[in-house]
């Protein structure tokens, strides 16, 4: 059985939107070696509608001299989750109908493989939370305030019991929170 594994950058106030807009400065050779574990353990991908529209923008142009990250985004199997968009064109993407997802992402879950990894996509990561399907919430937490913008549970339909899984400073400043359901 593959894990499900979110990762989400945040604020201290609790602000998970446009991280590219706050989170640079306090961007750690720690934080990249995580996310690039975390690449290392995954053989596939789930975006959400917006991710995907934004990420398949910006993304096939740049090749790993540009950012060490792009060889592998460009080229992992992508799964993108959407109930408006009628077709996926980046490489390697397939589209789940976003009214069927959870009945098929649990059939990936199922499948033979490394674990399928969901970065940024605050929807499908929470709905993916809610349904029992995300094995592992692992939040970067940068030590900023941003003052605005979307918070990372809006609201969840109920309390969801997690349990802290790890903990553990990424160089000067940002801090790894893994949770598991409880």
């Known amino acids: 059985m593959r894990r499900i ?9 609790g602000v998970v ?17 995580e996310i690039g574990k ?15 529209e934004q990420w398949s923008e910006y993304w096939p142009s740049k090749t790993d001299a ?7 985004i460009n080229n992992v199997r992508k799964y993108v989750v959407s109930s408006t968009l009628d077709s996926v064109e980046w490489n390697n993407s397939t589209l789940i109908d976003g009214s ?10 199922a499948q033979q493989g490394k674990d399928i990894v969901i970065s940024g996509s605050i929807t499908l990561m929470e709905s993916l939370l809610r349904e029992g399907l995300l ?11 941003v003052g605005k913008g979307r ?10 019991p997690l349990r802290l899984v790890e903990t553990r400073p990424l160089g000067d400043g940002p801090v790894l929170l893994s949770y598991a359901r409880a």
């Open 5 to 13: 594994v979110a990762g989400e950058f945040i604020s201290v106030d």
């Open 17 to 33: 939107e446009e991280p590219g807009e706050w989170s640079m400065k306090y961007f750690t050779p720690e934080v990249g070696a």
């Open 38 to 52: 975390n690449m290392q353990a995954s053989d596939a991908m789930l975006l959400g509608r917006h991710q995907y």
């Open 66 to 72: 540009d950012d060490p990250f792009a060889g592998y």
């Open 100 to 109: 069927a997802s959870a009945k098929e992402i649990a059939e990936l879950k």
């Open 135 to 145: 094995d592992e919430l692992q939040l970067i937490l940068y030590p900023v305030v």
């Open 151 to 160: 918070r990372l549970f809006q609201e969840t339909g109920g309390k969801i």
